[in-house]
């Protein structure tokens, strides 16, 4: 299908690109940006005046609950909110149940994603069997069936020497390992950040060196291997420092942050929402202030929604016992957006955290409008104002902190590959 998008402001910070221009797409490719190939005649048109129009957006972090969890959601569910968002690519972890640990159930989990509406999906594999962090996967026969890196999900290699492994495995076939920094027993029975708020409420505190001593761990292990290590989910100013550090020493790292921990900190737990029970925890002001200034200069490589869909049994409860995760697909857009605006941060660079640059730690040639790539594609209204409610989620889980909150940034149209995935309702 042969698609003219016209009158809008195209923003591909992959190629820096800013201005106001037609996009082309045919054959579900980008066929052109500012000016028609030759003989090109469009079947179908697009108005985006008014509207941003940019690659589609690439999560990091995304857990769409198949297999074994469809009681939480369903991969239809799942993938109709990703459309909303503007989400064309995205990884999800391991932790399915059972885990992602043998090309069936890889190939599978692809299979059942190759419709034209659905995202295009990259899992993520167990690093060890079962995700019990004892024997190792065979991560080559993994990476045949579709994974793209190999991690634990939120859960933690006790065995150092298992995971010093892992790595060097991992490095020698230069497979990426995707690592969670925190400590089990320093975080055991935690809920909330270990401060000032948690000890008001009376809840069991994670302290940050439950993060830092677990950094430091998987940080040298990356230097003694050569290893390509992202850590997943980074959640306070200490580990953004030593992420930092490790560059500066050479050690192959990454790392990205949850889109929820930008704008959230341990007083939102409030009068014990549930809604705020996360993992890793939301931590103090300062270490908010700290992730949001790491993503800007680019120590923090990528902004993902980190989501995780909970059915209403998993948050109706105490806080101590309700269920961590926060739905995040549909919001991952308009949060980016509201850091940037809050940072004043330009559009172009806002925008390559959660596209062209979760593209790159992916090691995929997506997040992008140049010509003859995919032509996924994210059209948003930066204007218009979206209250979030239950039923506006398309996303089976309605846990979220930001219900009930206005946030700008509203998805018009998301093509993939070409195809119209989301379009505004008649």
């Known amino acids: 299908m042969r698609i003219q998008i016209t009158n809008g402001r195209v923003v591909d910070p992959a190629n820096n690109v800013d201005r106001n221009t037609d996009v082309f797409v045919a054959d579900g490719l980008i066929a052109g940006v500012g000016k028609a190939p030759a003989g090109f005649n469009a079947e179908a048109s697009i108005d985006a005046a008014g ?8 999560d990091l972090a995304a857990r769409l609950r198949e297999p074994g969890f469809e009681y939480r959601a ?4 799942e993938m109709a909110a990703a459309a909303a968002g503007g989400i064309t690519s995205l990884a999800c972890p391991p932790d399915t149940d059972p885990p992602l640990d043998e090309p069936g159930l890889v190939e599978m989990l692809t299979h059942r994603a190759r419709l034209p509406d659905f995202a ?25 069936a579709g994974c793209v890196a190999f991690g634990q999900a939120n859960t933690v290699i006790l065995d150092t020497q298992v995971l010093l492994r892992a790595m060097q495995y991992a490095a020698t076939f230069g ?17 909330a950040h270990d401060g000032e708020v948690a000890a008001r409420l009376g809840l069991t505190g994670i302290p940050v060196v439950a993060e830092t001593i677990a950094l430091a761990t998987i940080l040298h292990l990356a230097q003694e291997t050569g290893a390509r290590l992202h850590v997943a989910r980074i959640s306070s100013a200490a580990g953004v420092e030593m992420i930092r550090a490790a560059r500066a020493a050479g050690i192959k790292v990454s790392c990205d942050v949850a889109a929820h921990h930008l704008h959230l900190c341990e007083n939102d737990i409030g009068f014990f929402n549930p809604h705020a029970r996360l993992d890793p925890p939301l931590r103090a002001l300062s270490d908010r202030d700290a992730l949001r200034a790491g993503l800007a200069d680019g120590t923090v490589d990528a902004l993902c929604s980190d989501h995780t869909p909970v059915d209403d049994d998993g948050k109706q409860a105490p806080f101590g016992e309700a269920e961590a ?24 660079k806002a925008l390559a955290r959660v596209t062209s640059d979760p593209a790159r730690v992916l090691g995929l040639a997506a997040g992008t409008l140049g010509v003859g790539r995919a032509a996924d594609i994210c059209i948003f209204d930066p204007e218009a104002r979206v209250r979030i409610t239950r039923e506006r989620l398309k996303s089976q889980g309605k846990n979220t902190p930001f219900l009930g909150q206005e946030l700008a940034g509203e998805v018009r149209y998301t093509l993939i590959d070409g195809h119209p995935a989301h379009t505004p309702p008649l």
Do not use: N
Request: include cysteine; glycine fraction near 8%.
């Open 120 to 144: 295009h999906v990259y899992p993520v594999g167990a690093l060890t069997v079962g995700l019990a962090g004892q024997r190792l996967t065979e991560m080559a026969e993994l990476a045949e």
């Open 325 to 348: 995760g926060a739905t995040g697909l549909e919001l991952l857009l308009p949060l980016t957006l509201k850091w940037a605006h809050e940072m004043k941060l330009p559009l172009v």
């Open 51 to 58: 509207c941003i129009v940019c690659p589609g957006l690439v």
């Open 175 to 191: 497979f990426p390992v995707w690592l969670s920094a925190q400590d089990p027993y320093l975080a055991r029975s935690g809920v």
């Open 74 to 77: 369903t991969l239809e569910s």
